[in-house]
């Protein structure tokens, strides 16, 4: 029988913390969270959004533990306030679900000065990851879940280059850029803490075609060519629900058999029930995922620390 969100165990007692949790795969994710007993900790950029996401959330869950805080992963800063306030409220995090997302936006760049989907999408997430580690390894078992998705195999391993904006920018190039390096981390960090005998353990997972507000926002600004019409269609008519499309995160993050470094996806690539997918073994070559680190760690500025 396909894994379902009946199949999360009881999460009572638990601490998660979900980025861009106010829409799509990340709301339905703190919804079903919730759902099972975790108190969850909806991390958003926009906070009028985020309280209407709480609010329909408790609609249908009236007793979900919910925290609703601001972080704005294009700011190095925010993510780092975002960590600070989180270090004082909870002892510990067993759940840290990397999200959020923006999917081939216009040329632009963070407050960082970074190009903006790698630098939202996986610069953010890595430092957010960092900051956090500390309280991921005060928890019994703590698991990260990085979401990437199918784009990861049109980009390339991370250089200093692809991390800023270039004159010949592409905006469906700089995604999978970006998708790539959540997939590397992911991998790259599942064996750090592996090496480092950490009890965190650490995942990838895809969410397929899912018909969520980012892939309804990007056929939007496809245009009205063929390309665009074919996008519209496709998400709309093929693309899974929202609560569908986030089921192999939440099984990454819940299911009792999962293990560190295992990457979970719908079983037939855009579609399918939530399985544990094979190794992307072109993709994670352990001297491409340490370079992409090793990039990562000096366009951020953070050595990111393990067993402390």
């Known amino acids: ?11 009572s007692g638990k601490v998660a913390v979900i980025t861009g949790a106010n829409s799509g795969l990340g709301f339905e994710a703190s919804r079903e969270l919730a759902r099972k007993g975790a108190t969850v900790v909806m991390a958003v950029r926009n906070m009028d959004k985020g309280e209407a996401a709480a609010v329909r959330i408790k609609a249908d869950v009236p007793d979900a533990e919910l925290q609703l805080r601001k972080m704005d992963l294009g700011s190095l800063d925010s993510v780092k306030a975002f960590a600070a306030r989180m270090n004082d409220e909870h002892d510990h995090i067993d759940i840290l679900l990397n ?9 632009g760049q963070t407050k960082d000065g970074f190009e903006t989907q790698v630098g939202t999408n996986h610069f953010g997430h890595f430092v957010l990851t960092e900051e956090l580690m500390p309280l991921l390894e005060a928890a019994p078992a703590a698991r990260v879940v990085t979401l990437t998705s199918g784009a990861r195999v049109q980009g390339q391993t991370l250089t200093e280059d692809r991390a800023r904006l270039t004159d010949d920018y592409d905006p469906w190039r700089a995604y999978g850029d970006s998708k790539l390096a959540n997939y590397q981390f992911a991998i790259e960090l599942a064996r750090r803490l592996e090496a480092a005998g950490s009890s965190v353990t650490s995942f990838a997972a895809h969410p397929g075609l899912s018909h969520t507000n980012l892939q309804v ?9 063929i390309s665009g019409r074919f996008w ?9 629900s929202p609560l569908r499309g986030t089921l192999p995160a939440l099984r990454a993050a819940t299911d009792p058999n999962a293990q560190n470094g295992e990457f979970y996806g719908p079983r037939w690539s855009a579609r399918g029930p939530a399985v544990k997918l094979g190794a992307d073994e072109r993709r994670s070559a352990e001297k491409d995922t340490a370079r992409m680190w090793s990039v990562t760690e000096a366009e951020t500025g953070i050595e990111f620390s393990l067993g402390s």
């Open 217 to 225: 926002a990007t056929v939007d600004n496809a245009g009205t060519g």
């Open 99 to 107: 999200n959020a997302g923006l999917m081939a936006t216009p040329a």
């Open 1 to 11: 029988m396909a894994w379902s969100a009946n199949d999360i165990p009881d999460q």
């Open 232 to 240: 519209k269609v496709t998400a709309r008519y093929v693309g899974m």
